[in-house]
């Protein structure tokens, strides 16, 4: 496997709002890597921050956020300090992101040809014949019967799943080395989003593309991903390798998800994580996650646990960890 | 056994299009659902599965008579509901009630809760205010919330509790039936698991029927005892659900197994052999409506309608292969 391309080290990016009283740590210290060509889900409910992570990389957040700490590594170059204008040159060339609903990524009012075109216009700076023939070879990359004739058309004639199908080919226009997908396939129908999934998998297999799958379905990351980021209230909790996580995973909010999964073909009776997620703005001491942890100790109401490493490429953050480390640690040296 | 509490049979709904001018001519008509056949046993849930606009909500629809049915009939514990008027009607509708999608679109966010759940009760009895109070107290518990909770507005619960809300609104008179219209659709995985479990309970303790609407075959085979898998407003293939996942027959019921994602990474993925979209139900294929799509499609499929066939006990499957 190659060299990390995209480095994120300890990222924080808060909201603030009513003047800056009320601070929302949305993305609260995460660190994680992404290597050449590999795929990693970034797991977690609502409200905890993975899609706030994706726009700090891409340098689209809202007004009100603001990337308040650490460092953002693409190919080297730290993003966090670029200006709007460098991120442009970035954006569709190096990054690109497919989000959740193909109908507010495509405009109505351009045609398929023209979306499609921009980025290889501005990146690459394709004119003309040529143009037209890298806009016909990516619809048919991405598997648009007669593309020739597709691309006339506007979104409004297309299906859902053809509509995120182009999304993802206007995504690919520019030659990126990162893709973001942002809950690509919520929308779709179970067939359609399988074909979709696979589809993806070909074109990182033909251009070697790195992808980062947002999801909250363990299913898609079981199935698409390489590694795993699980986040909870705006901090990664774990992440390793998918089949570690799957086998042996180590926080006990990982388990309970694992474990909240319905199954095909079991009746066993699913676990539920009792309780809500919790509000950002106003969280539980120590570990965010205690109130509604199976496992929860004393400590854990008191004081935050830190990341620690509990294998190869494999960390967690949980006082669970930190006891057994620490076990294996005495026993190692004794 | 006793007699199924729904018994829907050659179900069919057509829509008319027409051309939206003035003269209102019609054009055509959308064949929502067209032979739809299966029953509900009591105390037992039927899962509905299929992609968008395969039928699924046109038929919850129907059964909640919110539709007349073109042809076909629907029994409830016997009785034709279609002939239903007056008295006996208001008892159909006290004992079938339903749960939709999105609970933020089914709670009034003028109402408190209190007033939402005994909305159905003071329409189908005659209980006095302190009556009425204590009957909302007490489906409150049944779906594990505080009676206290019935003061406030829904706008000050998360969707997982809403849709408790919803289900206790729903159980509120003497239900029998509820039909589940993809109700953890809308859900967190962690609070998704939490509503199936209270489901499953309910049903335990109640002995109340479910149609479970949902396009996630993990989640239906979990809470059902039997699926039924619909496919352009036909019912392809009714099986119990433990005998479906093991053996499903009809090719579209297996591309929806392999398209189903893996629980661990170490299952063995097949690829998706059927290629295409779901076609228009303006314009149906003729014959079998999967033949589009289906790998195993024979010239007859493009001509003749197949007919279900039971190939084992409970197990209907409508394909020319068998």
Redesign the interface.
């Known amino acids: 496997m190659g060299a990390p391309f995209l480095e994120v080290r300890n990222l924080q990016t808060h909201f603030s709002t009513f003047g800056g009283s009320r601070v929302v740590k949305a993305v609260d210290g995460i660190s994680f890597t992404v290597r050449e060509g590999e795929t990693l889900g970034l797991v977690g409910e609502s409200g905890c921050g993975k899609t706030t992570t994706c726009l700090s990389i891409v340098g689209l957040l809202p007004a009100a956020a603001r990337v308040v700490g650490g460092e953002i590594r693409l190919a080297g170059e730290d993003l966090t300090k670029k200006s709007q204008r460098e991120m442009r040159r970035i954006r569709g060339r190096l990054v690109a992101m497919i989000l959740q609903d193909p109908m507010a990524s495509l405009n109505p009012l351009f045609s398929i040809y023209t979306q499609v075109a921009e980025p290889a216009y501005y990146h690459l700076g394709m004119r003309s014949r040529s143009l037209r023939r890298r806009v016909e070879e990516l619809l048919r990359s991405v598997r648009i019967p007669s593309p020739a004739m597709r691309m006339r058309n506007y979104p409004h004639q297309m299906s859902g799943g053809m509509r995120q199908r182009i999304v993802g080919a206007i995504a690919l226009a520019g030659g990126p080395k990162l893709i973001i997908a942002d809950e690509p396939t919520t929308n779709l129908d179970v067939t359609i989003q399988a074909q979709y999934l696979d589809l993806l998998k070909d074109i990182q297999q033909e251009t070697g593309v790195a992808i980062i799958f947002v999801t909250h379905n363990l299913g898609i990351v079981a199935k698409m991903c390489d590694r795993m980021a699980v986040m909870y209230a705006g901090k990664i909790v774990e992440c390793g390798a998918v089949r570690d996580l799957f086998r042996a995973p180590q926080h006990p909010y990982t388990k309970a998800l694992l474990g909240s999964t319905a199954k095909l073909g079991s009746k066993e009776p699913l676990f539920a994580i009792p309780g809500q997620p919790p509000d950002l703005a106003n969280l539980p001491s120590g570990c965010a996650f205690h109130p509604r942890c199976s496992e929860a100790m004393q400590r854990c109401s008191e004081q935050e646990p830190e990341t620690v490493q509990c294998g190869q490429d494999w960390t967690a953050r949980c006082w669970l960890t930190h006891t057994k480390e620490s076990l294996r640690h005495e026993r190692a040296s004794a | 056994m006793s007699a199924p509490v729904l018994e829907v049979q050659d179900l069919q709904k057509h829509f008319p299009v027409g051309t939206g001018s003035v003269l209102r001519r019609k054009t055509g008509w959308v064949k929502a659902v067209e032979s739809v056949n299966f029953t509900i046993e009591a105390g037992q849930t039927l899962g509905l599965i299929g992609?968008?606009g395969c039928g699924k909500t046109t038929t919850a629809k129907l059964i909640l008579l919110q539709e007349r049915p073109t042809a076909g009939t629907i029994k409830f514990e016997g009785e034709d509901i279609g002939g239903l008027r007056g008295e006996a009607l208001m008892r159909y509708r006290r004992a079938v009630q339903v749960v939709f999608q999105d609970p933020f679109g089914s709670l009034s966010p003028r109402m408190r809760v209190g007033d939402i759940i005994a909305e159905p009760l003071e329409i189908h009895s005659d209980l006095t205010r302190a009556q009425l109070q204590e009957r909302v107290a007490e489906v409150l518990e049944l779906v594990g919330m505080s009676p206290d909770v019935a003061k406030l507005f829904p706008h000050e619960f998360?969707g997982?509790?809403r849709q408790r809300i919803a289900i206790a609104r729903a159980l509120a008179t003497d239900t029998r039936l509820i039909v589940l219209d993809e109700p953890v659709s809308a859900l967190?995985?962690?609070?998704?698991?939490?509503n199936?479990?209270q489901l499953?309970h309910l049903q335990d303790t109640l002995g109340v029927s479910y149609l479970f609407i949902g396009?996630?075959?993990?989640?239906v085979?979990?809470i059902s005892q039997r699926i039924a898998v619909m496919y352009l407003g036909h019912l392809v293939e009714i099986a119990d659900s433990?005998e479906l996942?093991?053996h499903p027959l009809h090719p579209y019921t297996q591309?929806?197994?392999?398209?189903?994602?893996?629980?661990?990474?170490?299952?063995k993925?097949e690829?998706?052999a059927?290629?295409g979209?779901?076609p228009s139900a303006l314009a149906p294929p003729s014959g079998c409506r999967f033949h589009t799509r289906c790998p195993h499609a024979m010239p007859r499929c493009s001509t003749e309608v197949p007919v279900s066939k039971e190939v084992a006990p409970g197990h209907a499957v409508a394909c020319h292969l068998y």
């Open positions: 992609e968008s998360s997982g509790q967190d995985v962690s609070i998704r698991a939490q199936i479990n499953e396009h996630d075959l993990a989640t085979a979990h433990a996942c093991a591309a929806l197994l392999i398209a189903a994602l893996p629980a661990h990474p170490d299952v993925q690829r998706l059927i290629i979209e779901i």
